[in-house]
T-cell receptor
Framework: ETGVTQTPRHLVMGMTNKKSLKCEQHLGHNAMYWYKQSAKKPLELMFVYSLEERVENNSVPSRFSPECPNSSHLFLHLHTLQPEDSALYLC???????????????FGPGTRLTVL | KQEVTQIPAALSVPEGENLVLNCSFTDSAIYNLQWFRQDPGKGLTSLLL?????REQTSGRLNASLDKSSGRSTLYIAASQPGDSATYLC????????????FGKGTLLTVNP
């Protein structure tokens, strides 16, 4: 596997379910991101992890819970979602340099989530 | 509020035509600007990244320009091909946060054979 991979690619869940999205990067990066892409709206940044520490939570509801166990893996745990949470969830990664700057972000293919 | 706007929302051109996609942003204090391509149901592919100190970047048939003072960037595609059909997204990182991409809604490009 190369680049940024995401599983599953498609997910349908009920409002009472608990599910998790997985992202894995094979680029040697140390920063990872979750984005949400809803119909008719711009891509929105949700969370950022740098060196496995959360550095950004962009006012995301607590029914979305991120986890970054190491620099290569990022999860998004989902519980009691609403139909309006249906969207394409994209993961990205980049390299944070020793000087604190972040290089170009590379994106995965996304997980298409449908909440019934 | 820092925002990115892309006009037009959709564009249809015949194959072989040169075209320009537009991006405008509300705050000139940017860190960098990036153009992406997104195919239907797929993730994003980075096309060009322009640092705040640069005026343009080129890759193959693509040329992106940046004018911070006017808050504008353009993506020029030469000799368009049907395979160029996709949504093109412009995203800005503003100074103060060197990782937070703010995206426009994109321009859906269709190149007709």
């Amino acid at each position: 596997e190369t680049g940024v991979t995401q599983t599953p690619r498609h997910l349908v869940m009920g409002m009472t379910n608990k599910k998790s999205l997985k992202c894995e990067q094979h680029l040697g990066h140390n920063a990872m991101y979750w984005y949400k892409q809803s119909a008719k709206k711009p891509l929105e940044l949700m969370f950022v992890y740098s060196l496995e520490e959360r550095v950004e939570n962009n006012s995301v509801p607590s029914r979305f819970s991120p986890e970054c166990p190491n620099s290569s893996h990022l999860f998004l745990h989902l519980h009691t979602l609403q139909p309006e949470d249906s969207a394409l969830y994209l993961c990205a990664s980049s390299l944070r340099t020793s000087g604190g700057t972040y290089n170009e972000q590379f994106f995965g293919p996304g997980t298409r989530l449908t909440v019934l | 509020k820092q925002e990115v706007t892309q006009i037009p929302a959709a564009l249809s051109v015949p194959e072989g035509e040169n075209l320009v996609l537009n991006c405008s942003f509300t705050d000139s204090a940017i860190y960098n600007l990036q153009w992406f391509r997104q195919d239907p149901g797929k993730g994003l592919t980075s096309l060009l990244l322009i640092q705040s100190s640069q005026r343009e970047q080129t890759s193959g048939r693509l040329n992106a320009s940046l004018d911070k003072s006017s808050g504008r960037s353009t993506l020029y595609i030469a000799a368009s091909q049907p395979g160029d059909s996709a949504t093109y997204l412009c995203a800005v990182i503003w100074g103060g946060s060197n990782y937070k991409l703010t995206f426009g809604k994109g321009t859906l490009l269709t190149v007709n054979p």
